[in-house]
Structures are given as C-alpha cells and as structure tokens.
C-alpha cells in the first residue's frame, strides 16, 4: 500500500484521480487512460471520505447516466468534491436537482422554456451579442492586456443569465458570492446555509414584486406558468429554481468558455481553422464541451443491486461517472486527447445525458457561440500574454478550469467594422 491507497475491508481503494493541470493542463488525469482499460469500474476514496465506484468507460458512464430509475440523482451532483454535501440529508423542498423520476420532471419541464425553447434562444442571441460587443469594447478602452477569464468570460455569462432570469448586473454579487460557497470543496453546511440566505431572500422578494408587477423576464414568465399549472409552483420552489439558474448558470460556462479559448491560443492551428471558417465555430463548441465537460464527474446512488461493466454493485452504493474521462474514450472518439473543431462529436456526454442532462446547455452553446464568432471577428491579433506553464488553474472545485487567462492584442476592431 503506498499514498494513494487505502485499506476497507480487505481491499485497497484507490485515492479518487484528480485534476493534475500542470501535467495536463487540457484533460483528465493521466489515470483515467489506464483505468479505462485495466479497471473500468473501480472502487476509490474521494476527498470528501465517501467511497464509491469510478466508472470511466464511455458505454458504461451513458448506461448510467440514462436509467435514473437504477441510479438515482438523491444524493446531489457532485457529493465527491464538496465536504458541505451530505448524501444523506433528506432532499429540502424545492431541492429539485436531488429528486428523479415525475418530481424532478416537473421542475425541468418548467425551467426548460426560459432555456431552451427556439423561440427563446432567438430572443437571447441578440441579447448576448450585445454583451460580448459592450465587454470588447471595455476592454479595448482599458488598454491591450486582459485577464480573459476574469474580464471578459465571467462578465458575459454574469450579464447573459442575469438577463434570462430578470436579475441586474448590480446585483450579480448575490449569485457570485453563493456560488463560490457552493462550489468550494471547503465550505461546511453552515457556511453554506449562511451563503445562500441573502440570494434567497433577495429572490424572494423579486418573486413578490413579479406577482404584482409582471416583466418581460423569466420570474414572471415562470409565475405566470405556474398559475396555469396542474401543480402550481410554491414561491420558495421559484426561489429554489431561480438560484439554481443563477449560480449554476454563469462560471460553468465561464470556465469552458475560457478553457476553450486557452485551448485554441495553444493550439494555434485550430484557432487558425476556425478563423478562416467560421462555419465551423458550432462544432468547434461541442468540440470544446467534449474536450472540457464533466471534468468533475457526476454522482450517483444504486437504487438496486445491479451490474455495471460487469461489476456487481449493491443497492445503496454510490457511484462517481467520470464523463471527461469517458468522452476520452479511443472506443468512441478517434485520437480523443487531440483538440479537433472539425470533429463530429455527435453523442458526446459534455452536456450529461438522460433526464437529468444539463438544462441549460442551448443557452450555453448561444453564449459559446456568441462569444467566439465575436472575438475571432473583431480580436484577430488575440494571444496569451504568458507562457502556458505559467497560466493558474483552479483548485478545490468542482468546475475545473484556468483561474485567469492572461491575453494580450494588437487592437480590438469597433463592434461595427468588425461586423
């Protein structure tokens, strides 16, 4: 038994692989490849203490993924990096990401048309691309150095679902400061309480007004739909949901879409490609969630005893899908570990897959897409303004990603010359 190991029962448990990015600043741990093949299901110990099995193989992780009547989403999404999730604590009502089956569908079908309805995505695009040019333009004001992530990236999908939901940029320190408590692998339960009660309150209230004085955002549209519901949605369940698009809804994409970029300033050939052919942006995005998405893996409880890749695994236990890892796999996806925008990707799992798949992945690839065809337009002379092995990455989150991008140009084009 060395470092990595532990000893349970008679068997050693392999330490839960973790993002190694100054080794692979571009994927999983180096792990994962050798799991795939020799241990596909394996047990391991997380940094939080609970052990569960690593599944890392494509076929396995997508059979997972889809039959939330075996393995069910109870237990919270990502229990094996945060020491604040209890995978025991009953599901508080509104708590609609640990529920499965008809109550969590009722939740999903009501959030869905504010993200991700064609008719909705039409209304965001213009919305997002005005947000992109007023941040270009900012930052060409400013000088010719930037942090991409910090000053482009995260201002973006701060003020793109801010929009969605109804919630001003003055306000975004509500859904920042929450989420970084949220997504801290060192937060306790009461930090985060303490973490959450101002957005909630703040939402409460936002809900309150929205009843009597309806907008064209998406807490009213959300209050008008629940009134015409077979169930209608209690004010703390829209709380619950609207927090949720918040703090959920802005550095995910951030991260990716700075990951992304980072990727293509590195891989200058792909950049070169995408510049040159901006039909390829739409690909290139599933490309980059493929290449990023899930890093942090998804967790899940047996409902029964089952068989996952031919390992039995009982009632009760838990499981971590290691999708970063399983849209690696060389079975699905040629060459994986190579950025290709041209790739077709088609079944990727970036996203998640089944009922619980992330509901706000179109708005996402609006704000992805957005983003890029802008930046290659009006920022051709883009760079990194340090060496990659000096860009910071962060650690004790689940969302996995540079901590700055540090970029630099030539000039940034006016929004209408670039257009």
């Keep these: 038994m060395d470092a990595t190991t532990d000893r349970s029962g008679g068997q050693d448990l ?17 792990e994962y490849a050798r799991l795939r093949v020799e241990a596909p299901v394996t047990r391991v110990k997380c940094p939080t203490g609970v052990t569960a099995w690593l599944v890392s193989r494509y076929a396995d992780v997508r059979e997972a993924l889809g039959d939330s009547e075996r ?13 604040h999730a209890d995978p025991d604590r009953p599901v508080a009502p509104g708590e609609f990401t640990r529920m499965d089956g008809p109550e969590y569908q009722r939740f999903r079908r009501h959030i869905g048309p504010e993200l991700g309805t064609p008719k909705r995505l039409d209304q965001l695009r213009p919305k997002v691309q005005r947000i992109v040019d007023e941040r270009l333009d900012a930052m060409a004001a400013a000088g010719t150095t930037a942090d991409f992530y910090h000053d482009f990236a995260v201002p973006v999908t701060t003020a793109a ?5 109804g919630v001003p940029y003055a306000d975004r320190a509500l859904f920042h400061d929450a989420a970084a408590v949220v997504f801290s692998g060192l937060t306790d339960a009461l930090q985060l309480a303490e973490a959450i009660r101002p957005l909630h309150g703040y939402l409460y209230e936002l809900v309150r007004e929205r009843r009597k004085n309806p907008q064209d955002d998406g807490v009213s549209r959300m ?58 942006i739409p690909g290139g995005v599933e490309e ?9 893996g998804i967790f899940r409880e047996a409902t029964r005893d089952t068989v996952l890749g031919g390992q039995p695994i009982a009632k009760g236990d838990y499981v971590i899908l290691a999708i970063q890892a399983a849209d690696r796999d060389p079975g699905i996806f040629r060459d994986p570990d190579r950025l290709d925008i041209a790739r077709k990707t088609t079944g990727h799992l970036g996203f998640g897959y089944g009922a619980h798949q992330c509901f706000g992945q179109q708005t996402a690839r609006v704000e992805l897409t957005v983003a890029l065809e802008t930046i290659l337009r009006r920022v051709p002379s883009l760079r990194l303004a340090v060496p990659l092995a000096e860009v910071p990455f962060k650690t004790g989150t689940p969302v996995a990603g540079p901590a700055a991008v540090p970029v630099a140009w030539e000039a940034i084009l006016p929004a209408e010359k670039g257009h």
């Design 14 to 30: 392999l330490d839960l692989p973790m993002p190694r990015p100054s080794e692979c600043p571009f994927g999983p741990s180096p």
């Design 71 to 83: 393995f069910s989403s109870r237990p919270g999404q990502v229990v094996h990096f945060m020491a």
């Design 161 to 165: 679902i801010g929009t969605v939901v």
């Design 223 to 280: 209050i008008a739909r629940s009134a015409a519901a077979d169930e209608s949605f209690s004010d703390m369940e829209l709380v619950s949901m609207s927090a949720v698009m918040l703090v959920a809804g802005f550095d995910t994409t951030a991260t990716a879409l700075s990951h992304g970029m980072l990727a293509l300033l590195a891989h200058p050939e792909e950049l070169a490609r995408m510049s040159a052919d901006p039909k390829l």
């Design 288 to 296: 980059i969630v493929r290449f990023f998405g899930g890093a942090a």
